[in-house]
């Protein structure tokens, strides 16, 4: 009996493992129609894999992948159409550094953070809260080497951007806002489903759009070495970074993006949709003044541009002929000036961060820097030449202007305009000239052009924030001077603007006349700089007179010579203190050449705010 009972049991333990073994090749057969789920775990996603779902289908009896994927984009804190129409789209959050910013966009905690983390921590014992990942995983994520999707190394690369800009007091508004003006890094998080993936896709791809990246690139300290993307051919590099595409016929543009080396915070970037439109040669104007946007990147919008600015066409005319082949094909003397009279103030307030993407092939004018871009440290010293041969003679250059000197011209022409004048000058004047020697008597860096440039993002913020409040002071006076009501004169601003380009752009031929002596001519005082760009500085002061005609004939008849002379000084002073609150880059300082599509680091205007889908693998 006890025989019988013992194949009993044996029987029915092989039974119940048939049973169990053939529910789990049931079962597995079922998860097997979960296509494309295995590519959407931890080992690929990393933590975003917590948002991986399966969907059971009834009618069709399978299992159906549900993924989510960030969409990387530059929100301005409001909702998108698209949102609105995607009911795959659930949430947006910022990326703004943070360590419960990580957390909601599923990035693990910065290394220096991570490693903190204590054994108890990590074996899950009572006391402080489990840390969301662990430094292994957080390390892994910045390992370029590492089989995992690149975007999470793009988003972790974003975070620590923005804990830098934060940290530099980069943001007007308060922490966790975005604005139109302002906008910032965000991701939505997008619901995708593995039915609707292409056969050669091998890993989930994070959305975003050509527009958005562009700024992005700029924003991280990289420089566009290739952008096509009508052909899908992009590639950027610099800071540390890496950014290459590949084209798939059945997705697109896919990035891969790579972290090769560290960043730098001289690199960084004034972050506002204003500073970003430079990088694209657009220039946004001053709301409050009533200056339009302009674009000034290619030679066609200059031209354009001068047209808008004066219909007569001699504005055209003249720059078109600065820009002579044979003289210098990028050149805007005078024309330049449109960069600090046509912009805002884009510096945040107490931020040392003052970099911004060159909006123009030439945007040296006589109230700005003598260079379009520095190195972070002082190149090594050249070897020292041959000996010239006999009768040898150097050849000719046009060197840069030196602001400081510009400076200096404009200083004591104002001493003596008030010092002269038969009428008593106007208390706008003397407070030109009062805040004027101010800085120069606190700051040293206002008229010395070494201090000015080498300190990139190191400036002193004291010297930053006292010019700015002379620049903010400005744009108060203009407010008020072309609001103003009968029997007071208005002065609108932009017509002021307008009518000094039209004859600063003259400042080249006659400054250079006169230098040469030309009808018996002779150069005024230099103080010790250039006398080109000297006589330059003179030569605006000279052209007031036409200036105050040109602001009559765009509808201020009421306008006479002393108000245009009081508003031009003003004006004057307020592009110096634009320059000095604000540094152009070209391209080249993080190393790299240009192959294709970029101009000195900016990006033609048409791909301003793309919204081409782009792909990052």
Known sequence: MSADTDIAYIALLISLAALVCSTAQLLGQYLATADGYRRCQKAVMGPWARETRLRWHWKQFRFETVFTVPEIILWDGGSRDDDAADVLATRTEL???????RERTHVPPAPDDATRQTHTERKGATGPRRLAFTSRAA??????????????????????????VVRCNGYAEPAGRATPEQTRPAVTFRRRSWDFQAADTIRPHAVSNVGDVAVLVHRLGMSWQDFRPQDGLLRAEGNGHLLISTFSRSVGIVLQYMRVGPSQHHNTYIASTAADKMGFGLLAGVAALLVPAYAI??????????????????????THDIRHPLLCPTCLFGFADIVPLASGMLRVRGSSIVR?????????????????RVRSSPPPPPPPPPPPPRNHRPPQTNPLPSPGQAFKVFHHRLQHHIATSPAPASPTLHWVLSQYESLQATHPAWEDESLALHLLNERPLPFLDAVHDVHDATTAYFTDLQTRKPPHPRLRYA???????????????DATDRVKGVDGAQPRERFGGRDWVAEGAHCYWDYVPLVAAGVRARGAAGVGDGLVREAWCVMMLRAFCWWRTHYMVGVGEEGGTVEAGVELGRLPSRWWGSRLPVYVG
């Open 95 to 101: 990326i703004d550094g943070s360590a419960p910013s």
């Open 139 to 164: 390390l892994r994520t910045l390992d370029p080497q590492a089989e995992l999707v690149c975007w999470l190394g793009l988003l972790e690369a974003l975070h620590e951007h923005e804990g830098d």
């Open 297 to 318: 990147g290619s030679t066609p919008e200059v031209l354009a541009t001068a047209d808008r600015i004066d219909p007569s066409g001699t504005l055209r005319r003249v």
């Open 356 to 372: 911004l993407r060159v909006p123009a092939e030439y945007v040296v004018g006589l109230t700005c820097h003598a260079e379009v």
């Open 495 to 509: 017509s002021l603007m307008a009518a000094h380009l039209s004859q600063a752009v003259h400042y080249w031929k």
